[in-house]
């Protein structure tokens, strides 16, 4: 039972007092045999809790006066007993003040821990490391959650705030024992059922023999971050299809042309075969290899419409295996007609056996058709010279692959090469300075990297590397 503070300023010091009185009463009345001395420890004990330390070695100092008075009072004569009694008496006080002035500075600190945890905004909590239950609860965790330390007290965390973790708690835990630490992001439930999102630190904590005994675990709340992170990719989203709509409305010519190369041969082939069937004896090997041409020509116009199509589509970010070299060839077509009319020789240097990358079919493509649309307006912009424009795909050292678009254009001023990929930054008068800025957002959010490089002749080199799908 603990006294209310208003009584125990005064109570607890009288008791001690008067326990102090009665012992010294006592060991000088008693026979020397008896150390009655020894109970002086308990008053040092009373007086840890209401004196600071001087207080306590005081009265230390006291009971041990005491003890001595009382023996010079009390015995008549020095007896061995008399004496190793005496001394075992201010032994124990001694020690157990000593001992009380240790624990109660551990106390102290381990308090003032707990002050400065309790103040931070961060949600820290301990849990046992047996049991898994809660044993402390800061002010940060209950203004967080809205559970009180109280109502927390022995709880499993785990199950009290649903915790969804990234991976299985074994796992995480396996970690902790190796390392130390861990940290990534968990999903809480609160006590009104929102969700939280919170970048979670947990730290073992290790006693005096060098064994584990807890887990402090500090949470900092980032449930707006990640929905500011969930808005900015949408809006990243919104605008990379605004910017393959753009990009698709340009190269409509090239697309007509591509749709209508098949188209016209299918028509073409669909005229001789009724030449043909207007004979008397029509040749049927003729009309079997005339009517495969046509299914070939219908595919080819079906794939065009299929990836433009795809280009012009919302969707989600997919990661899937992808040929880094079928995607170049599948967007060449959608520029050729551009090439050409430019009067610009358009040629592939693709690596053999490249290892696949995971990502997104439609958002590379979009990568690689704004990298080859810069190239050619580029070269568009230089006043004479070479019109060549070279796309390269590679591996380099660090087992990534490469994909190049090396144009004989204007190149890169330096004043330019750091700015290139900023949002709104453009050298052409009518641009919107955003086709090279999504580039960069869609290949850093494949893990890649994305810059310019100016050529030692004419124009500039737009370099992508993509890490290599690893196969398990």
């Known amino acids: 039972m603990t006294l209310p503070k208003k009584y125990s300023a005064w109570i607890l010091p009288l ?188 730290s073992l904590l290790i006693d005096k023999l060098g064994r584990p005994t807890a887990v402090l675990e500090t949470n900092n709340d980032v449930t707006e971050r990640k929905r500011g992170e969930e808005k900015l990719h949408k809006a990243q989203e919104e605008l990379a299809h605004a910017n393959r709509t753009a990009t698709l409305g340009e190269l409509t010519a090239s697309i007509a042309h591509e749709v209508n190369q098949p188209l016209a041969a299918i028509m073409t082939n669909g ?85 696949l990358v995971v990502g997104d079919r439609v958002h590379l493509q979009q990568v690689i058709i704004n990298l080859l649309v810069n190239g050619i307006e580029a070269i568009d912009s230089a006043n004479g010279g070479t019109r060549h424009l070279l796309v390269r795909s590679g591996q380099n050292d660090a087992g990534d692959v490469i994909v190049a678009v090396e144009d004989s254009g204007v190149g890169i001023a330096p004043q330019d090469s750091e700015r290139l990929f900023d949002a709104f930054f453009t050298t052409k008068s009518g641009g919107m300075g955003m086709g090279l800025s999504i580039c960069k957002s869609i290949v850093e959010a494949h893990g890649g990297r994305i810059w310019a490089i100016g050529n030692a002749g004419p124009g500039a080199t737009l370099q992508v590397t993509l890490p290599a799908h690893k196969r398990s």
């Open 15 to 202: 008791v001690t007092g008067a326990a102090a009185l009665v012992i010294f009463v006592a060991d000088t009345v008693t026979h020397y045999e008896i150390a009655v001395a020894v109970l002086y420890v308990g008053v040092v004990l009373l007086s840890v809790r209401f004196l600071d330390a001087r207080g306590v070695l005081w009265v230390t100092f006291g009971c041990v006066a005491l003890t001595a008075i009382s023996y010079l009072i009390s015995r008549a004569e020095f007896s061995s007993i008399g004496i190793s009694n005496f001394l075992i008496s201010i032994f124990a006080i001694g020690i157990t003040s000593y001992l009380a002035l240790q624990n109660e500075a551990a106390h102290k600190a381990m308090r003032e821990q707990a002050g400065l945890l309790d103040i931070t905004h961060d949600a820290i909590f301990v849990r046992d490391l047996n049991k898994d239950a809660i044993t402390f609860w800061n002010r940060g965790a209950e203004e967080l959650y809205g559970w009180t330390k109280e109502e927390v007290q022995g709880k499993i965390p785990h199950t009290l705030l649903q915790t969804q973790l990234p991976a299985r708690l074994e796992d995480i835990m396996a970690e902790l024992s190796r390392t130390g630490r861990w940290e990534g992001e968990l999903s809480h439930t609160k006590r009104d059922g929102a969700q939280v999102h919170v970048v979670s630190r947990w």
């Open 271 to 355: 005229q001789v075969c009724l030449r043909l069937l207007d004979q008397d004896y029509p040749d049927r090997m003729a009309l079997r290899d005339i009517a495969e041409h046509i299914i070939s020509d219908s595919e080819r116009a079906s794939e065009v419409v299929r990836r433009v199509r795809a280009l012009s589509k919302k969707g989600e970010l997919e990661a899937n295996p992808l040929d880094v070299n079928q995607l170049i060839r599948e967007s060449i077509p959608l520029v050729r007609r551009e090439v050409n009319e430019r009067g610009i020789s358009l040629d592939q240097d693709l690596a053999n056996a490249l290892p």
